[in-house]
T-cell receptor, first 118, second 110 residues
Framework: DGGITQSPKYLFRKEGQNVTLSCEQN?????MYWYRQDPGQGLRLIYY???????QKGDIAEGYSVSREKKESFPLTVTSAQKNPTAFYLC?????????????????FGNGTRLTVT | SQQGEEDPQALSIQEGENATMNCSYK?????LQWYRQNSGRGLVHLIL?????REKHSGRLRVTLDTSKKSSSLLITASRAADTASYFC??????????FGTGTSLTVIP
């Protein structure tokens, strides 16, 4: 079955440590996204990537970094510079119809990673 | 922020009743999508309505879009306990950027 796998489901870290969240998809989608979800604030876009070796900042990129070395993988690193890292992190993918396209295909989401930093 | 706003924030209804939730957004869009999220899980795509469409149906779901008012509504008819979830609207713009609203938490009481 095709889908998006996020791991781990729960992650605990000490303040000051960097942590990397995994996201893998076998849907052959070009575009991948990272969102952060906090209670009462909906989803906020951290980073997105439309093709391999290219990615763009979203609304809240500060304190985060990503890489897109393979089409299937889009890991997110939460660095010690992120002031409030405790949150639910969601990875998503979609077919990319290219820059400037007037159509957006739906997002497919993983089941998230709940990160707790103490 | 380009986020939309859902209204109401929370909705509680009896099984069999209809549930209506609304979404307002700020900028011009290519299309608007509705997603559902069960507690602690990822979002699941429900329905997409393009900017040149006014109404769309899918099973028990009915979505309307009014681009002049920058608003959309999602109607779930004959609700079931299994419809209990949070519902989000997402606006899509050129360049594959999606922006989500704050969500409506729906509780369907058996």
């Amino acid at each position: 079955d095709g889908g998006i796998t996020q791991s781990p489901k729960y992650l605990f870290r000490k303040e000051g440590q960097n942590v990397t969240l995994s996201c893998e998809q076998n849907l052959n989608h070009d575009a991948m996204y990272w969102y952060r979800q906090d209670p009462g604030q909906g989803l906020r876009l951290i980073y997105y990537s439309q093709i391999v070796n290219d990615f763009q900042k979203g609304d809240i990129a500060e304190g985060y970094s990503v890489s897109r070395e393979k089409k299937e993988s889009f890991p997110l690193t939460v660095t010690s510079a992120q002031k409030n890292p405790t949150a639910f992190y969601l990875c998503a993918s979609s077919l990319s119809t290219g820059r400037g396209s007037s159509y957006n295909s739906p997002l497919h989401f993983g089941n998230g990673t709940r990160l707790t930093v103490t | 922020s380009q986020q939309g706003e859902e209204d109401p924030q929370a909705l509680s209804i009896q099984e069999g009743e209809n549930a209506t939730m609304n979404c307002s957004y700020k900028t011009s869009i290519n299309n608007l999508q509705w997603y559902r999220q069960n507690s602690g899980r990822g979002l699941v795509h429900l329905i997409l309505i393009r900017s040149n469409e006014r109404e769309k149906h899918s099973g028990r779901l009915r979505v309307t879009l009014d681009t002049s008012k920058k608003s959309s509504s999602l109607l779930i008819t004959a609700s079931r306990a299994a419809d209990t979830a949070s519902y989000f609207c997402a606006t899509a713009r050129v360049g594959n950027q999606f922006y989500f609203g704050t969500g409506t938490s729906l509780t369907v009481i058996p």
